[in-house]
């Protein structure tokens, strides 16, 4: 098995949260699936299957925010790769863990893929994306079992 790891060096969390000299770190065991890193995160205290994704932003698909009764918060409007532009709803998670419960993110602004899922062949719900990670200082070790 592989691993993946998270160092986190300065508590700058999203959604306001206040910076804290904190140094964290915590090592997540990774699959590939479809050329994609899959990794197991803590969504709202339920164990969850995401794609590790370091150019795109943190989404859930419809299908788990309608199973979680996640409401919209608001929209946005996101340009891709192609230069194509879409109206996105967002939603809010409220905890966000590694599963050892090292690092826990809260209040996290996420994008809702519409259904039916792109990542459906992946059984995921989702994607960590670069707006995470930002605040991580992270190494990815392909050699580590």
Known sequence: MRFLFWILLLGLFPC???????????????RLVGGKMIVEMK??????SFIFDTGGQTALTEEVCDELGL????????TDVN??????????IQEL???EMKI??????????PAPSPFACFQVDGLIGSDLLQYFV????????
């Open 83 to 92: 230069g194509k532009q879409g109206g996105y709803r967002r939603v809010v």
């Open 16 to 30: 306001g949260m206040n910076a804290q000299n904190v140094h964290v770190e915590s090592v997540l065991p990774y």
């Open 104 to 113: 826990q993110l809260k209040t996290i602004p996420t994008i809702v893929i």
């Open 43 to 48: 969504m709202n205290g339920q164990l969850r």
């Open 71 to 78: 409401p919209a918060c608001d929209s946005i409007k996101i």
């Open 97 to 99: 863990a590694d599963p």
């Open 138 to 145: 992270v190494e990815i070790d392909g050699k580590a079992q």
